[in-house]
């Protein structure tokens, strides 16, 4: 199982909007909505960010949207802050019953 | 709260195994998935195997079937995750995470293997 593609950066100014895509194939993005993205910072452990392709948690920030298209999901963060700075990976669920993340995003906010 | 709690680093020379435990607290242990996830420095997050804790069910990722093994004990509310024949490539941070109602909603603090080359 080939890691979904992801961008390897992205970066945006303060106040912009940034999006960051994660294709698959129809084996896993687009045959699923168990689509999650994660936020990792340096030397922490992954955070729950985006499930089930657009669902938020309890207490990420609104400025976290995600949607999907095909084989392809994807991540936007609105309104970027210095915080939000950081890796950024999607998981998603395969046809063999197993999971893959991307291959990640480094976030950098100008 | 939800808790996973991870064994301590590890450091193995090439050829030997390492088991890692995750202890999980907070939830009835039997309800959902438990995954194992690693990082090599600097590299991408890389699904390893689940299991279900409830009738044992497990499966892996193609690349390290035959190499790992992922196991629970269920009054022990613990996961465990060995990796066989190690090599320098599997230096990394291991870390098991819960797959509750919302995917991957809570995670270990990650446990260090190093396996010098």
């Known amino acids: 199982q080939s890691a979904l593609t992801q961008p390897a950066s992205v970066s945006g100014s303060p106040g912009q909007s940034i999006t960051i895509p994660c294709t698959g194939t129809s084996s896993d993005v687009g045959a699923y909505n168990y689509v999650s993205w994660y936020q990792q910072h340096p030397g922490k452990v992954p955070k729950l960010m985006i499930y089930?392709?657009?669902d938020r948690p309890s207490g990420v920030s609104n400025r976290f949207s995600g949607s999907k298209s095909g084989n392809t999901a994807s991540l936007t963060i609105s309104g970027l802050q210095a915080e939000d700075e950081a890796d950024y990976f999607c998981l998603s669920y395969t046809s063999t019953s197993t999971w893959v993340f991307g291959g990640g995003t480094e976030l950098t906010v100008l | 709260q939800v808790q996973l709690v991870q064994s301590g680093a590890e450091v193995k020379t090439p050829g030997a195994s390492v088991k890692v435990s995750c202890k999980a607290s907070g939830y009835t242990f039997t309800t959902y998935p438990l995954h194992w996830v690693r990082q090599a420095p600097g590299q991408r997050l890389e699904w390893m195997g689940w299991i279900k804790p409830d009738n044992g069910d497990r499966k892996y990722s193609q690349k390290l079937q035959g190499r790992v093994t992922i196991t629970r004990d269920t009054s022990a509310t613990t996961a465990y995750m060995e990796l066989s024949n190690l090599r320098s490539e599997d230096t990394a941070v291991y870390y098991c995470a819960r797959q509750g109602p919302r995917a991957f909603d809570t995670w270990g603090p990650g446990t260090t293997v190093i396996v010098p080359s």
């Open positions: 089930d392709v657009s």
